[in-house]
């Protein structure tokens, strides 16, 4: 049994149809790609698995549980973090207090324990504090922690929601776009934090990316999308061959002008 | 020894800025020592100030209570209401029929309650009220909830004066303030002792806010007003989130609404207008949005800018006589204008930069005034945006084949 299981989910808006009888496995300890062009459904399918959207069919199963049941909140206590591919941090909390936000769900710490903050809740706090303070450092961030996260760089925010979603201790993370608007440099350490998390920290990665040589580089598998319908996966070099592939990204043979 | 209001408040707040300023001393003893020094002045105030301005001292306070639970709301969660008025008077009826001597509807017993027991009852009653509210209020946001919460403060007028069992119709109900408590007797008398209910009530309530604010359940506000769809996915509960913020909420204006009954000694459905309901708003944004000591400091205004404002710019050389003194409401609301331009992010927000401040660089700091004051009217602009963001949530994430 895989990780999470995608069978048959599909999602109209209106006459588009977004994702189209889409099924893949993500298997256990694995960097999983999810490519395609512009408009292929992949962060539909990752507003799928994160609850925000109820799929129109299909089922979406993560560790044996039916993810479907749940409410969008309760999704990242099943063990599924994500990052967003337009950012969506907090920017009037500090980068710590973002980070916190995610440990909300395990400290369950109630409105009159919040009010009148007994011993043991200062306490929990404290640990809470202390974890998030490690991952900031695991991605560099420790210095940044009591900075205005609205203040900060669009390459710092984005490293700041996958702290965000590793301070949950998730066992799969979705990675929308992660690589978008960075430099070379912060490419390269973030293919390293990347297969790090896979390889040292046993999470389980779903990755949407653009960046052709990043997915490759770090994948073990790539599933790819067009039109809502996967049209390929396998290994990075299988489908980096693939015909159907190749026609996708870069249009049918004879379609181009010459120019 | 007697004090007039202005030079009162001007030692406090200079006294207050120097304990905080406090060279070498680390920063949380600097914060509990200027705290100290309010809290001593204020148990001061009714020994030198005239019984007057001891009654808006307590005022103040009361409303600092109502304003605070406003910005739980508007400034912390990102929910805009109109209506806390609504609250505030439930609060009052609830006190007044507790503690009259008449008996209601023949099952509210006609002895007086203990003050206290009665406070707490209009507490929860208000914050119930909140519940009721809150939950239907999930599906509105922005200016619909605004609106929303208006017309209930609108309603709520006419239907005390139709249930006149209960409520005492239009004529509304009196009953005696409470005594001093016994080992109070001799030492505060009957005025002076309902100042210092009024000061304890928002010590206590501002002391359990500023916990909340801190704790993951004040994270979990800030992250739902910030992003909604980001708060879901890292755990928050996105609609507990803001019914919880709307019951606090109530709560805390039905406690501000039960104080002031007793300040008073009587309710009536005017007690609190829409225009009261407004002031609320007007309070946290004059204060500062997301912002305990902006929630005081707003209080302060709403109490002190009626009531002194018209006076102290009729005495100004050149602008006696005319509209300022026929229309005193205009300069109300002219100078609510003037410090919402000058000071888009509240009073509090000055304050917050000036805390910042190096003594040594005020001279270069005041050249750059004028470019600082536009740059914060677009910070502002900003930050309105969010309280105000009229679009349902569906909608601002329009689909754009782009983005999929």
Known sequence: MALLEVRHVSKRFGGLIAVDDVSFDVEEGKVVGLIGPNGAGKTTLFNLISRIYDPDGGTISFNGQDILKVPPHRVITMGIARTFQNVEIFP???????????????????????????????????????????????????????????????????????????????????????????????????GETIRSLARQHNITVLLVEHHMNLVMGVSDHVIVLNFGRKIAEGKPEEVSQNPAVIEAYLGERGDASPS | MQMEIWPFLALLAGLAAIAYLLPIVPMRWRRALAIVVVLALLCWAPFVLDNFRTFQMSRVAIMAVAVLGLNLLTGYNGQVSLGHGAFMILGMYTMAILMDSKEQLNFIDARPWPFWAALIVATGISALAGLGIGIPSLRLSGPY??????????????????????TGGVQGLRFPTPPPPEFLKGLIDRPDWLYFLSLITAVILIFLAWNL????????????????????????????????????????????????????????????????????????????????????????????????????????????????????????????????????????????????????????????????????????????????????????????????
């Open chain 2, 213 to 404: 604010l801190r704790s993951p359940l004040g994270r979990a506000l800030i992250a739902v007003r910030d992003s909604e769809i980001a708060a879901a996915a890292m755990g928050i509960p996105v609609a507990r989130s803001k019914v919880i913020a709307f019951t606090l909420s109530a709560a805390y204006a039905g406690a501000a609404g039960g104080v002031l009954a007793l300040l008073l000694g009587s309710v009536t459905p005017e007690s609190i207008t829409i225009a009261d309901s407004i002031n609320l708003l007007v309070g946290v944004v004059i204060g500062g949005l997301a912002s305990i000591l902006g929630s005081v400091l707003g209080a302060l205004a709403v109490v002190f800018i009626p009531s002194d404002a018209a006076k102290i710019v009729a005495s100004l050389p050149g602008l006696g006589g005319g509209i300022v003194e026929r229309a005193p409401g205009a300069i109300q609301g002219a100078l609510v204008i003037i410090v919402m331009i000058l000071m888009p992010l509240g009073v509090a927000g000055v304050l917050h930069r000036m805390a910042g401040l190096d003594v040594r660089r005020l001279p270069e700091v005041v050249a750059r005034l004028p470019s600082r004051m536009l740059k914060g009217a677009q910070l502002a602009a900003g930050r309105f945006r969010w309280v105000w963001d009229i679009r349902p949530w569906a909608q601002r994430r329009p689909f754009n084949p782009d983005d999929y």
């Open chain 2, 145 to 166: 909830l605004a609106i929303a919460t208006l017309a209930v403060m609108i309603s709520i007028t006419p239907v005390l004066k139709k249930f006149g069992g209960l």
């Open chain 1, 92 to 190: 009037a909390l500090t980068v710590l207090e973002n980070v916190l936000v995610a440990e909300n769900w395990r400290l369950r710490i109630g409105v009159w324990e919040s009010m009148l903050r007994p011993p043991w809740v200062a306490k929990r706090e404290k640990e809470a504090v202390r974890r998030a303070q490690e991952v900031l450092d695991f991605l560099g961030l420790g210095q940044l922690a009591t900075m205005p996260a609205g203040a900060l760089s669009f390459a710092i925010r984005k490293r700041l929601e996958i702290a965000r979603a590793l301070v949950a201790q998730p066992r799969l993370i979705l990675l929308d776009e992660p690589a978008s608007g960075l430099n070379h440099e912060e490419l390269m350490s973030l």
